[in-house]
């Protein structure tokens, strides 16, 4: 389902986007997880029963861009479906920078989908992408992710 353009928080150019429930493993990561943000984001699965927000993804890739805890977490939760917001990740509403730990000094577009198009991943928490619209919340029980 097609979402209409939503303006960006900068009040430039709207940012197209589009729900869809995919195969987790037609997806792509660029980053690797951390155990103890994964046990985490396990237990609110559990607890919720529900996937409230879709996952970010490039629509041309099936790269992750934001949610790689969350694939990891469905994975071991034996589930074989996510939700997701596919997007055009060269849209100027999408930014990409580092996280202030990240072991990556500076990171672009490019790096991510030649990335996410190899067998390797960058390290945990290095790139950390910013919206600049607001994603709309499109809860999903988990069952229905089997």
Request: net charge negative; proline share 7%.
């Amino acid at each position: 389902m097609a979402f209409p353009a939503k303006l960006p928080r900068n009040g430039s150019i709207p940012m197209r986007y589009e729900f869809a429930i995919v195969e987790i493993e037609e997806l792509r990561e660029h980053e690797a997880f951390q155990d103890n943000l994964l046990e985490s984001c396990i237990k609110m699965l559990e607890d919720d029963g529900v996937f409230k927000y879709p996952i970010l993804v490039d629509e041309n890739y099936l790269i992750v861009l934001d949610g790689h805890h969350r694939v990891e977490a469905l994975k071991r939760m034996g589930y074989t479906k996510i939700p997701v917001y596919l997007v055009d990740y060269w849209d100027a509403a999408i930014e990409v920078t580092t996280w202030p730990e990240a072991e990556v000094e500076n990171i672009t577009k490019d790096m991510i989908i030649d990335m996410g198009r190899s067998d390797n991943v960058f390290p945990p928490k290095t790139s950390r992408h910013i919206v600049n619209v607001k994603l709309e919340e499109h809860p999903v029980p988990l069952e229905e992710l089997k």
